[in-house]
């Protein structure tokens, strides 16, 4: 069955540290998609990242870097220099692409707070 | 495009009264996600349909919700009649059959009184 687990339950940083948030994922099937998802105090859901099952490559957007490990089904989030606007609920998830029909399945989330 | 479209954003009714929470779909999108959220369960699957056909509707939590999706572009999620227990997030979100595009509407706040 499919899973996705993000042990870390809440992190308090201060401005300006680094932080990692961690997401450890099941499947059985081989062709799926990995998401991070930002929600922010006011509610939405903000689309971060997709990250097709065949291309491991670790991806860096800004301050934002994802890497993604299939030996470990591990694809984690740093967070470089945080600041206060990144404090948010952070969701990961996994689409398959074959058994589910793009069945979207969560994490529990992370909550992130920076402190100024 | 717009995006995924719900209506309305807040939602206030009294216990008893039927209430019906509206989403639009992306244009092309062939599957559409309903989901609640609540601190105490996270995000759940309510039900999801495949080109307007419901696929899998074993989230929905009892009889009181409904869900159609009369075409590729209108889809309503209806809890008759509707209990304090049902305050929460509604989020509706589509995307193409293999989850490419997955987009998230922004949510209903639906709270019963």
């Known amino acids: 069955a499919q899973k996705v687990t993000q042990a870390q339950t809440e992190i308090s940083v201060v401005e300006k540290e680094d932080v990692t948030l961690d997401c450890v994922y099941e499947t059985r099937d081989t062709t799926y998609y990995l998401f991070w998802y930002k929600q922010p105090p006011s509610g939405e859901l903000v689309f971060l990242i997709r990250?097709?099952?065949?291309?491991?490559q670790n991806e860096i957007s800004g301050r934002y870097s994802w890497n993604f490990q299939k030996s470990t089904s591990s694809f984690n989030f740093t967070i470089t220099a945080s600041q206060v606007v990144d404090s948010a609920v952070y969701f990961c998830?996994?689409?398959?692409?074959?058994?589910?029909?793009?069945?979207?399945?969560f994490g529990r989330g992370t909550q992130l707070t920076v402190w100024p | 495009d717009a995006g995924v479209i719900q209506s309305p954003r807040h939602e206030v009714t009294e216990m008893g009264q039927e209430v019906t929470l509206r989403c639009k779909p992306i244009?092309?999108?062939?599957?559409l996600f309903w989901y609640r959220q609540t601190m105490m369960r996270g995000l759940e699957l309510l039900i999801y349909?495949?080109?307007?056909?419901?696929?899998?509707d074993s989230g929905m939590p009892e009889d009181r919700f409904s869900a159609k999706m009369p075409n590729a572009s209108f889809s309503t999620l209806k809890i008759q009649p509707s209990e304090p227990r049902d305050s929460a997030v509604y989020f509706c979100a589509s995307s193409m059959l293999d989850g490419y595009g997955y987009t998230f509407g922004s949510g209903t706040r639906l709270t019963v009184v």
């Open positions: 244009s092309g999108h062939n599957s």
């Open positions: 998830a996994l689409v398959d692409r074959g058994s589910t029909l793009g069945r979207l399945y």
């Open positions: 349909f495949n080109n307007n056909v419901p696929i899998d």
């Open positions: 990250r097709n099952s065949f291309d491991e």
